[in-house]
């Protein structure tokens, strides 16, 4: 697989990385551990060099599987996780202060097996704590070693500039797909401006642009898209319309919509690195061979055409969740 630069700070890894957050956490039951290694150790064999994790993912279970499964290889490879809830609990609320930044640097470490975090994130803005702290703290560490890159996710221009400003950003984590292209309008400008990369996760739109999700889709109980207003049956229903465009074009390309939609993800910046997440060896399977699709000018603009015309209904995040993104 061929490689990317993410951002001016030195950091390349494979043109698309395995987001590991659905291995343990948001996405219905746990996979077993000997499944979630095999699928990792995979990713590997297919030349994914980027993995992405979080305490906040279980929490604590997601990196102590990347590091069970990833330590014979960590020097092949490159891992990213992140700070930023207190005691690593999403659902209490955010705690970006430096000593907690510096507790999760510990432990995280302790639980990857591994000497340093090659890209760590602020997992989501607190607004309490100034950003140019939260750089300095990140700062301190990458003088120590234990960090190598800084990253923010979901966060807004400004917060972006500031931190940036402080310590150099070598990527930005946020949702974007064909069905989620709010970045767009400001964000993706001023990375290009700064020299950030660009890290998207659910380019596949949560599942759904795999074509694999209807209207008459149940979700396990544990699963966060019951939440989600996207994913509401009368919205999946009306969504659907993305998915049938996607289909009728891959048909054209020899390719599956999974595909499609993350060669379209690819084919938007050289600095662009999506982290498509999977259970299913199969899945990551036909996801690696995305990056070999290539869509031409001719291409991006049928697409384009065709996606112009469809309105997708529905909000990406419940509203307290929302609130949490673009500070």
């Known amino acids: 697989m061929q490689k990317r ?24 039951p746990e996979t077993t551990k000997a499944d979630a290694v095999k699928l990792m150790r ?11 994790t979080a305490e906040a993912y279980g929490p604590f279970k997601n990196e102590e ?8 290889f960590r020097n092949q490879i490159e891992i990213a996780t992140k700070f930023g809830f207190e005691n690593g609990d999403s659902k209490i609320g955010m705690n970006s202060k430096p000593e907690n930044i510096r507790n ?43 960090v190598k890159h800084f990253g923010l996710s979901e966060a807004g221009v400004q917060t972006i500039r500031r931190a940036h400003a402080v310590q150099p950003l070598a990527a930005l984590q946020s949702e974007y797909s064909l069905w989620w292209r709010e970045p ?16 998207p ?9 795999t074509g694999a999700i209807n209207e008459n889709t149940k979700f396990d109980s544990t699963d966060f898209r019951n939440v989600v207003p996207r994913f509401a049956p009368e919205n999946r229903k009306a969504n659907q319309v993305v998915v049938d465009m996607l289909h009728q074009f891959a048909k054209t390309k020899n390719a599956t919509p999974a595909q499609i939609a993350l060669a379209w993800v690819l084919a938007q910046k050289p600095w662009i690195v999506p982290i498509p997440g999977t259970t299913k060896v199969n899945r990551l399977e036909e996801n690696v061979q995305a990056a070999a699709v290539q869509l031409t000018t001719d291409d991006l603009r049928q697409i384009e055409n065709a996606v112009s015309n469809i309105a997708v209904q529905g909000a990406r995040y419940p509203k307290e969740l929302e609130l949490r993104t673009g500070r």
Do not use: W
């Open 5 to 28: 630069k993410l951002g001016n700070t030195g950091l390349e890894v494979s043109a698309l990385g395995l987001g590991c957050m659905g291995l343990s956490f948001g996405y219905g």
């Open 42 to 52: 995979r990713a590997i064999e297919l030349g994914v060099t980027f993995f992405d």
């Open 65 to 72: 599987l990347l590091g069970e499964a990833l330590q014979p």
């Open 104 to 146: 999760v640097a510990e432990s995280s470490l302790k639980r990857l097996k591994t000497d340093r975090i090659d890209l760590f994130y602020q997992h989501r803005v607190d607004p309490n704590v100034p950003i140019e702290d939260v750089a300095g703290t990140v700062k301190e560490l990458i003088q120590e070693g234990k």
């Open 184 to 199: 767009e309008k400001e964000i993706l400008p001023t990375l290009e401006e700064l020299g950030i990369g660009f890290v």
């Open 201 to 209: 996760f659910s380019p596949l739109g949560k599942g759904f642009l």
